[in-house]
């Protein structure tokens, strides 16, 4: 089970995430959803290691994988390039699978300048599944996606049968997710003092 147990994080006297506790299955395809600031990338960066909390427990499985909210490309790397710089030598070969499974086998050869909003989100999306993990945690991995295209997608990585947590504010992604675990409430508390 991926968890967090009486979790909290603070930036200086913002108070994010308040003693807060949740399960995710380990399989399929989980969506956080809620309103903008309520701490849906704070809690995926909990679960990537990248954010302390204070107290509480994080049980995550061993190389746990992120999208970052940007895309983080490369300007003088191709779209293929970005896929096997990130694959063992031996699989090098790979890279043209995982552009197919983000649908931009075409764009191989063009650098992110050429590519469109979605595209290069698209792009980023493949470099982190071609990265493997035991988990998937994509920080809305569809923004700039039309909803069919994202709904292509999302069954391709269902298939990889790796666990998936994905925050969305898209309500057609969401509806495409397994299940949606909402992290609504006021958005921030601030501490006194
Ligand atoms: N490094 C930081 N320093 C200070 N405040 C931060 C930091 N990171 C996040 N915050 C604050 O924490 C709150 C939650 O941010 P977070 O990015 O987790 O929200 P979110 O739900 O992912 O929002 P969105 O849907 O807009 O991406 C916001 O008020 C944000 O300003």
């Known amino acids: 089970m991926i968890s967090v147990e009486d979790i909290t994080v603070c930036f200086e006297k913002k108070r994010v995430l308040d003693h807060f506790s949740a399960c995710f299955p380990e399989k399929g395809i989980t969506a956080l959803s809620g ?4 701490g849906k990338t704070t809690l995926l960066r909990v679960l990537a290691g990248l954010q302390e909390t204070e107290g509480g427990k994080v049980n995550v499985p061993d190389r746990p994988v992120l ?6 490309l490369l300007p003088w790397r191709t779209a293929a390039q970005h896929i096997s710089d990130v ?3 031996a699989r090098r070969g790979e890279a043209g699978r995982w552009l197919e499974l983000v649908e931009l086998e075409e764009a191989a ?5 050429a590519l469109s909003g979605g595209m290069r989100r698209r792009l980023a ?8 993990g035991a988990v998937f945690l994509l920080d809305e991995p569809f923004t700039g996606v ?6 292509r ?3 391709r990585i269902r298939g ?13 992604v969401v509806a495409l997710c397994d299940r949606m675990i909402p992290l609504d409430g006021p958005p921030l508390r601030i501490l006194q003092g």
């Open 153 to 155: 997608i999302l069954a």
């Open 125 to 132: 999306l493949a470099r982190t599944l071609a990265c493997g």
């Open 35 to 38: 309103p903008s600031g309520c």
């Open 87 to 89: 694959l063992p030598r």
């Open 146 to 151: 039309d909803a069919p295209c994202a709904g």
């Open 67 to 72: 999208l970052f909210q940007e895309d983080r």
């Open 109 to 113: 050869g063009q650098r992110p300048a």
């Open 160 to 172: 990889l049968g790796v666990p998936v947590l994905l925050s969305s504010h898209e309500a057609e």
